[in-house]
């Protein structure tokens, strides 16, 4: 039979099953009005109404339709324990079968359109554990089992393996159901649902899933720790490696609540965002800034000119900046707050204890903060000629007269920018097709038109092959458009990415596992296969941001010294980002490109900066302010901000959509004027005038000309 005739089959089934009602009919209500007559026909026709009811459970089950639950409860009232767990073990795994086959062989399309979200979590745990994924999930219901059922068609696993895995899965709580459905039998009046036997059975029901769950997770971890001897007691109840933002304020929450937790660095305290990013970033950012509000003197009346830039001076104040700030992470302070702050390499040599400076700690909890280092591509030629990352450029001795940056993320445009304002002559190479490619490529032109204008040369979709030198010049091969050009520079900086520090410390050791980017598997609670070892920040990510590192430390905190009483899930659902270029682009929640990938309807709302009055008096007109919100409602999926402090700007709407606060909220805040955070109002004024209704203006309109009369 050819694979169209099958799915004109199906869809007839699942036609007749929708125009007959099955589902409306298949009730505990109907079944218990109707229980004489059925018990007399299942006593009379056996082995028939054994049969009806196995192909009739088939069905529902292949075709994924409701009713399965009820079907399952009503067999036990009608067949009897016994007999019913023989007829729904079956029924269950073979109609589960069947529709793992639909999604497989005749419906992969509709399927991956439909829950393709969710597709990519079954894949890593049948990735990760296989078919156990599988057993867990039947044992565990985080998705629905029909959910499972279509999903698991289009993963790797065998028919054989999904078949056995999923009777065993499915048993015990096919075991619980019917249980309560021979419960259900014996109810004849109200007081028969608060009769001990009813009462437990449900109870049961309801307790199961957690019961499950709690099996499979001591199950999970005793098989993890076998190889471990447990201390008896412990020094610690927290060990933390690395003191950048994770680390930090991870320590800092431990120290808060009176837990003992030591925090060891082996390099600065305050790690990457203080010494070697964020603050020194934003330090010579502010240079910039000052360079180009010089050049642009004269339009203001004032008539100012640069005669020399000292760039010496410029990194010895970056260097003041950091200086300044750094008292915020030191070691006394930390000391003060009661963390116990120690110099040197630590290494995890069980998962309760670590050694540093030849001494072993035991702890109950381990959070690794480690972070990350800049990715240093294998490039030829690479090795051999002047290249500086964003760790290493603050030491440059001296002005680069030709600059060429590799990669158009927020690091490279960022310090392409600076540069450029510095006097360098600036290239950017980008082997993709825009500048900032996660950003929407409207926001991302503003940008790369703004860096062209002020002279930076940006070359996308331009791969870089090797690099040489020739006659004292050092030179750049790049291909593009199967063309190859060269370009000469003095300093290369290489900003394609940064790489998780994930080694030296013990982690291969334990058999600590890592994802495909080579960041620590962590899952929902930040744990790694040891319950009590957490990772956050760079090395665990998903994201690369010094906020989003001391928004996990939260989590990790209280998950490893409360998490036996609860335990918290990570919340990434609002993640605000910025790259402080001029103008800044800021962004929070989705934006078009990722609610097109994802399928999600919106509405575009956009207000234009060159219309705020303010943004016009500054002369920071240039930029705009765009919010996607869910079709035909004012409540904010996402916000992208080109502009002047497009960050700053930001949090209003970060704050709406936290506390789920819509674009009438932000239309009925006063704001002051005039000030920027007014295009905040003036967008949600745009959505509201989008929004307006039309009839009941048009009713308005004629009351008014009624009142002249």
């Known amino acids: 039979m050819d694979k169209k005739k099958i799915i004109i089959i199906v869809l007839a089934a699942l036609a007749l099953w929708l125009v007959f009602d099955f589902s409306d009919q298949l009730t505990l209500e109907n079944a218990k009005n109707q229980q004489t007559q059925l018990n007399n026909y299942i006593s009379n026709n056996f082995s028939v109404a054994s049969i009806l009811y196995f192909l009739l459970y088939i069905v529902a089950t292949a075709l994924s ?17 016994w007999w019913s767990v023989l007829l729904v073990s079956f029924a269950s795994t073979i109609g589960a079968t069947l529709a793992f086959l639909f999604s497989r062989y005749l419906l992969r399309d509709w399927v991956q359109a439909k829950f393709g979200r969710k597709l990519q979590a079954l894949n890593q745990g049948i990735e990760k554990d296989g078919a156990l994924y599988l057993l867990t999930l039947r044992l565990i219901p985080i998705f629905p089992f029909f959910v499972i059922n279509l999903l698991m068609g289009l993963t790797p696993i065998s028919t054989k393996k999904y078949y056995l895995f999923s009777q065993i899965g499915m048993f015990p709580a096919t075991v619980v159901y019917l249980n309560a459905g021979t419960q259900l039998a014996a109810i004849q009046s109200l007081s028969d649902i608060l009769s001990p036997a009813v009462l437990l059975s449900f109870a049961v029901l309801g307790l199961f899933p957690l019961i499950s769950k709690f099996v499979i997770n001591t199950i999970k971890q005793k098989k993890v720790y076998r190889d471990w001897q447990k201390p008896a007691s412990f020094d610690q109840n927290m060990v933390v490696i690395g003191a950048g933002s994770g680390g930090l304020v991870t320590a800092y929450i431990a120290a808060a609540v009176k837990a003992k937790v030591t925090l060891i660095e082996k390099h600065k305290m305050g790690g990457d965002c203080l010494n070697t990013g964020c603050v020194p970033s934003k330090a010579l950012i502010r240079t910039s800034h000052n360079i180009k509000e010089i050049l642009n003197a004269a339009q203001f009346g004032v008539d100012a000119q640069i005669n020399h830039i000292d760039f010496k001076q410029v990194m010895a104040r970056v260097q003041n900046v950091i200086q300044k700030i750094e008292p915020h992470d030191s070691m006394e302070r930390y000391s003060e707050l009661g963390v116990n702050c120690l110099q040197g390499e630590a290494k995890i040599i069980s998962p309760w204890e670590v050694e540093i400076n ?20 294998p490039i030829p030629g690479l090795e051999e000629a002047s290249y500086v990352t964003s760790d290493t450029i603050w030491s440059l001795p001296e002005l680069p007269k030709k600059l060429l940056v590799l990669g158009g993320g927020p690091i490279g445009c960022e310090l392409a920018q600076c540069f450029n304002h510095l006097g360098s002559e600036v290239t950017i190479v980008e ?18 038109k703004q860096l062209s204008q002020e002279g930076v040369a940006v070359l996308v979709n331009h791969n870089v ?13 790049l291909e593009h458009q199967e063309q190859t050009i060269f370009k000469e520079f003095d300093v290369v900086l290489v900003a394609i990415g940064r790489q998780a520090n994930v080694s030296g410390f013990g982690l291969e050791e334990l ?6 980017t080579k ?11 040891y319950a009590n070892i957490y990772a956050v920040g760079d090395v665990a990510g998903p ?38 270029t001029y103008p800044e682009l800021a962004r929070v929640g989705i934006n078009e490109k990722e609610a097109q990938q994802a399928g999600i309807g919106y509405e575009i709302t956009q207000y234009e900066l060159n219309d705020l009055d303010r943004a016009i008096a500054d002369d920071h007109d240039l930029g705009f302010v765009k919010v996607l919100t869910a079709t035909g409602s004012d409540k904010i999926l996402g916000v992208t901000i080109v502009g002047s402090h497009a960050g700053d700007l930001l949090a209003e709407f970060t704050l709406a959509m936290r506390y789920n606060l819509g674009l009438n909220k932000i239309l009925a805040t006063i704001h002051p004027y005039p000030t920027m955070s007014e295009a905040s109002k003036f967008t949600a004024g745009i959505w509201k005038k989008n929004h307006a209704p039309q009839t009941l203006l048009k009713w308005a309109e004629k009351y008014h000309r009624w009142t002249r009369k």
Do not use: C
């Open 431 to 448: 082997r993709l097709p825009q500048l900032l490619i996660r950003e929407d490529a409207d926001a991302a032109e503003l940008i790369t």
């Open 543 to 580: 994201f690369q941001l010094t906020h989003a590192a001391a928004h996990q430390a939260w989590y990790a905190a209280v998950n490893g010294l409360f998490g036996r009483f609860k335990k918290f899930k990570t919340d990434y659902s609002i993640m605000p980002a910025a790259t402080y």
């Open 358 to 377: 030849g001494k072993v700690i035991t702890t109950q909890n381990i959070v690794i903060a480690t972070g990350a280092k800049p990715f240093i591509p």
């Open 511 to 516: 058999g600590i596992e890592l994802n495909k």
């Open 465 to 477: 092959s090797a690099f040489s030198h020739e006659n004292n010049r050092q030179l750049v091969s």
């Open 519 to 529: 960041t620590i598997a962590v899952n929902q609670y930040l744990q790694t296969k």
């Open 65 to 81: 339709v409701p009713g399965a639950t009820i079907l399952t409860l009503i067999g036990a009232a009608l067949f009897g324990f």
